[in-house]
């Protein structure tokens, strides 16, 4: 692979794709750092532990995990649920994960157009994921598609939202663009992550007339710093 410009990656999938195709360790593949370090095992652990904690599972319960990558929750939390389902919009990290973990489930799909009947999962998880849409509409049209899959009396928790004007967020946009120093030359680019406002749950919840709760991260280890939270639909 030839090392492009970064105005000509044109997307966070093709970005993700070249991640998934450069790196051999998956928390690499997936983009999970913090201050400028992959995330240590400990703490990974810790954060999926939260977002599992949050999700309440039950072995009675079937998860779809959107933009799941490698599919690391799925690996980690199999037993806990009735089924699994990873999806993600990168070819390559599909690839790996299937190939990292054989004997789960994952599909490659838009989380906006998701390939199954309404009402088919109990829990969605969808996490650090809504900062790489492109725009607030195209995240509603998310948010109503997890409402179709997920049944009635369900949970769906999106973790790991950067929120609105944080200090943290501008920080990152240099970090994560051509100024990162640990990015190297073919994973530079100029895309930009997307932020939330609270009101922005609160208005589409409220159009459905769905409750959620915005919900802080539990997570030991995580520098307080990173000023990112987690919100919990309840279908």
């Not at 190939?99 to 829990?123: G, H, M, Q």
């Not at 948010?143 to 999106?158: A, H, P, Q, T, Y």
């Not at 895309?191 to 009101?199: D, I």
């Amino acid at each position: 692979m030839n090392n492009r410009n970064p105005s000509e990656i044109k997307s966070w999938a093709e970005w993700f794709d070249r991640r998934a195709r450069y790196y051999s360790d998956p928390l690499a593949k997936i983009a999970y750092y913090v201050d400028g370090k992959l995330l240590p095992v400990e703490l990974m652990g810790a954060t999926l532990q939260d977002a599992f904690d949050k999700l309440r599972a039950a072995s009675e319960c079937r998860l779809l995990d959107v933009g799941g990558g490698v599919g690391l929750f799925a690996s980690t939390f199999r037993s806990k649920f009735k089924r699994i389902i990873t999806t993600d919009i990168s070819f390559a990290m599909v690839k790996d994960g299937k190939r990292l973990s054989p004997n789960d489930n994952f599909i490659v799909t838009s989380a906006v157009d998701l390939p199954f009947k309404s009402c088919s999962f109990e829990r969605l998880l969808c996490y650090s994921v809504f900062q790489y849409f492109q725009d607030l509409y195209f995240a509603k049209e998310v948010l109503s598609e997890f409402i179709r899959v997920v049944k009635k009396g369900g949970l769906i928790l999106i973790g790991d939202i950067i929120p609105s004007q944080a200090q943290q967020k501008k920080e990152m946009k240099k970090q994560d663009n051509k100024q990162n120093p640990y990015y190297p030359p073919v994973l530079k680019h100029d895309l930009k992550m997307l932020e939330f406002k609270n009101e922005f749950f609160l208005e589409f919840c409220n159009e459905n007339g769905i409750s959620f709760r915005v919900l802080k991260q539990n997570i030991k280890g995580k520098p307080a710093s990173i000023s990112r939270y987690d919100v919990l639909i309840e279908t």
